[in-house]
């Protein structure tokens, strides 16, 4: 790796050979060295689970100056921790980008994205991180479109950093021409309705399918990432890891104590 150049670890939770991997490692290695630990097999679900119970086994696929590629058989987290605490010990990264995601991270989605758990562990290894989303969530989807975005935003974190413990969440809609513009919003807090499609197999056995329709808190007020992917917009949301609710714990002391 060129010392003289910004070193950029990536990760995915779609797996190394989806196109939003592929346009973030294109342009990030416009920018600096680029280090990527993908998942060996698609990952999306699986939020922030490690795995504990067997090994994690690493291949390197690409080892070219500048440029270097492992698949790992763990979860989007355990890429990133793996690299943060073994690949790259001798050389941690000035950033850590993730995605770009095939679908949106928007809203209280990030409670299950892998691709966010990829920038969670980049902020608690001490890392400026970024995770990047496209409204598009089809396995061939055209995510060169988010190129622009990824590199002003990219180039914009690495000259001024970002606030300690935060991250930032982006989310780019899918549009038929180009974006209205960007915005820093809050996630959009609604809830997921008609989560589980009933089905019966052939052999008569109940199966139930993951669906389900995104019911929006915004309500028009406007301030939610939600609404502004509607309205065109990139949504940039920081975001941080620690969910202890300090505006109750008088409340709940008053409760308990």
């Not at 995601?101 to 892998?114: A, D, F, I, Q, R």
């Not at 959009?188 to 808190?217: C, K, Q, S």
């Amino acid at each position: 790796m060129d010392n003289k150049r910004p070193l950029i670890l990536i990760s995915n939770d779609d797996g190394f050979n989806y196109n939003g991997i592929q346009s973030l490692i294109k342009v990030a290695r416009t920018i600096g060295d680029v280090f990527v630990v993908a998942p060996a097999v698609h990952q999306s679900g699986m939020s922030s689970a490690i795995t504990f119970v067997k090994p994690v086994i690493t291949t390197r696929i690409v080892d070219e100056p500048g440029y270097t590629v492992y698949l790992a058989t763990g979860t989007p987290a355990d890429c990133v921790k793996l690299a943060l605490s073994q690949l790259m010990a001798d050389h941690m990264p000035d950033l850590v980008l993730a995605g770009i995601n095939h679908g949106y991270n928007n809203g209280l989605n990030t409670l299950y994205s892998g691709t966010m758990a990829c920038v969670f562990e980049g902020i608690l290894h001490g890392v400026p991180s970024v995770a990047f989303s496209f409204g598009d969530y089809g396995p061939n989807a055209d995510t060169s479109v988010c190129e622009p975005v990824v590199k002003h935003i990219t180039e914009r974190v690495l000259q001024s950093g970002l606030p300690k413990d935060v991250c930032l969440n982006v989310n780019i809609p899918k549009m038929n021409g180009p974006f209205n513009g960007m915005k820093v919003t809050i996630g959009d807090m609604g809830r997921w309705i008609n989560e589980w499609e009933h089905r019966v197999h052939p052999t008569g056995r109940d199966y139930y399918w993951l669906t389900g329709d995104f019911e929006m808190a915004d309500n028009g007020r406007g301030i939610t990432d939600y609404y502004w992917l509607e309205q065109g917009y990139v949504t940039v949301t920081p975001t941080h890891v620690d969910q202890t609710d300090y505006a109750s714990m008088q409340q709940i002391a008053d409760l308990l104590l």
